[in-house]
Nanobody
Framework: QVQLVESGGGLVQTGGSLRLSCAAS????????VGWFRQAPGKERKFVAE????????YYVDSVKGRFTISRDNAENTVYLQMNSLKPEDTAVYYC???????????WGQGTQVTVSS
């Protein structure tokens, strides 16, 4: 059974940093595209970043470019999202997801709350 578990969320002040982790069981991350998404209160879930299994190519939404970095540790079967220079508008529940072929995300985690105070 596939399971994705996010961790690392929390409360941080504007300008602070957090590192989110997404650990997988039941699948091998190195053969999947893995993405991070976020959903703010009352809003739709939106794409944040993705890392492809082929060559580790990364993609980011414009609003996080230069501040967020997605990376993967194949040995640990874990994907990370390093978030720096956080802003109040980054406040959301963050989800990781895995796709055998992007953007067909098939597996989703339960989410982790990130709150950035002003």
């Amino acid at each position: 059974q596939v399971q994705l578990v996010e961790s690392g969320g929390g409360l941080v002040q504007t300008g602070g940093s957090l590192r989110l982790s997404c650990a997988a069981s039941g699948l091998t991350f190195s053969t999947y595209a893995v993405g991070w998404f976020r959903q703010a209160p009352g809003k739709e879930r939106k794409f944040v970043a993705e890392i492809r299994w082929t060559g580790g190519t990364t993609y980011y939404v414009d609003s996080v470019k230069g501040r967020f970095t997605i990376s993967r540790d194949n040995a640990e079967n874990t994907v990370y999202l390093q978030m720096n220079s956080l802003k109040p508008e980054d406040t959301a529940v963050y989800y990781c997801a895995a796709a055998p072929t992007s953007p067909a995300y098939r597996y989703w985690g339960q989410g982790t709350q990130v709150t950035v105070s002003s």
